[in-house]
């Protein structure tokens, strides 16, 4: 039992997390199947267990809350999660079922973060020491990316939020755990090298006196022509104020990329970032309630399309391929999430 080992990939999408998961798989641990197939947003592979992503989905429809959510009070929503016998149940069946054919099991998912506390209940009734590891992005960069792959459905300042809310919580919630945090561009540029770090922070059997040339196969899939975004704020539509607080969250985040950098000092220093934020986005709140109010409105209480409008609208969505038709239901699913829970 002491032998095996669960790493939970966890943090903000669109910062390495793909690549790290991957880099897993081939030094040997292992990435349930099936896995959400490659696209182009990621030819690579995305390292996702489908049965994993589609759990997470279902609980985060449940309770209206999204995986880019810049809400801080959205925490609550998913936090309840692991009081519920039945998802635990399911959670701890599937997870015992990965650890009947390995010792070392590699769990990524950008929506992870939001139900912590299940995974770690599941994970302590089953015995399994967990471990989590973040990677860090500049955020512009990691903003920049997710536009490029998956549209305008959210705005650029609106992911600027986001990352400040996954990150700082993300940083909080691992805070009493075995936990490492991994650069990106360290990542990419030797790879072995930061792994084995990460495996030491983690104590990780696995990947110590890591030898890079028993790997030739990840060399070939760490690519550092996959670094294609290398951006600032200049030409992003993000204010000015949430600009500046995610620079300087971005900045206290770095020593704990370093073995002695996690220190009281530093955490103090990332409460109160993670205080000003709140503090920030609840002034956002107050400021924009007009517009809140008057959207809500317009979504639910205007009147009624013509049923001619009705009809072209449904023939253009089911005429769309695939994908656009996916992301369509994103945008519908995270606009009725922003309306909350409607009277009956």
């Given at each position: 039992m002491s032998a095996r080992r669960l790493v939970l990939v966890v943090g903000v999408g669109r910062s390495g997390t793909?690549?790290?998961?991957?880099?897993?798989?081939?030094?040997g641990f292992q990435i349930p199947q099936p896995e959400v197939r490659a696209d182009s947003t990621n030819p690579r592979g995305f390292g996702e267990p489908r049965w994993v992503v589609e759990l997470h989905e279902r609980l985060m429809r449940e309770r209206r809350v999204t995986v880019n959510d810049a809400r801080p009070a959205a925490w609550a929503s998913t936090r309840d999660v692991a009081d519920v016998a039945a998802v635990r149940a399911e959670l701890r069946g599937w997870l015992a079922s990965q650890f009947r054919t390995a010792d070392a099991v590699v769990v990524?998912?950008?929506?992870?973060?939001?139900?912590?506390?299940?995974?770690?209940?599941?994970?302590?009734?089953?015995?399994?020491?967990?471990g989590f590891?973040?990677?860090?992005?500049?955020?512009?960069?990691?903003?920049?990316?997710?536009?490029?792959?998956?549209?305008?459905?959210?705005?650029?300042?609106s992911r600027a939020a986001a990352w400040l809310n996954v990150i700082l919580e993300t940083e909080r919630a691992t805070r009493d755990a075995p936990r490492a945090f991994l650069r990106y561009e360290a990542l990419?540029?030797?790879?072995?090298?930061?792994t084995a770090r990460a495996g030491a922070e983690l104590d990780l059997p696995l990947l110590a006196d890591l030898d890079r040339a028993?790997?030739?196969?990840?060399?070939?899939?760490?690519?550092p022509t996959l670094h294609r975004v290398r951006v600032r704020w200049e030409g992003l539509d993000v204010p000015a104020s949430v600009r500046a607080l995610a620079d300087d969250v971005w900045e206290r985040l770095q020593p704990l990329t370093r073995p002695d950098g996690d220190t009281a000092t530093l955490r103090a220093g990332l409460d109160?970032?993670?205080?000003?934020?709140?503090?920030?986005?609840?002034?956002?709140?107050?400021?924009?309630?007009?517009?809140?109010?008057?959207?809500?409105?317009?979504?639910?209480g205007g009147a009624a399309r013509p049923p001619l409008a009705r009809r072209l609208a449904v023939g253009v969505v089911r005429r769309l391929p695939?994908?656009?038709?996916?992301?369509?239901?994103?945008?519908?699913?995270?606009?009725?999430?922003?309306?909350?829970?409607q009277p009956g």
């Open positions: 793909s690549v790290l998961a991957g880099i897993l798989g081939h030094v990524k998912d950008p929506r992870t973060v939001w139900f912590l506390d299940l995974w770690r209940r599941c994970a302590d009734e089953l015995g399994i020491p967990i590891a973040t990677m860090l992005r500049h955020p512009a960069e990691s903003l920049t990316s997710a536009v490029a792959a998956y549209g305008i459905e959210q705005t650029e300042a990419l540029r030797d790879w072995a090298a930061e028993r790997f030739p196969a990840v060399d070939a899939f760490v690519d109160d970032a993670r205080a000003a934020y709140v503090r920030l986005y609840g002034d956002a709140e107050a400021i924009a309630q007009p517009s809140i109010t008057a959207a809500v409105a317009a979504a639910g695939t994908p656009y038709r996916r992301r369509l239901r994103r945008v519908v699913r995270s606009l009725r999430a922003s309306r909350g829970p």
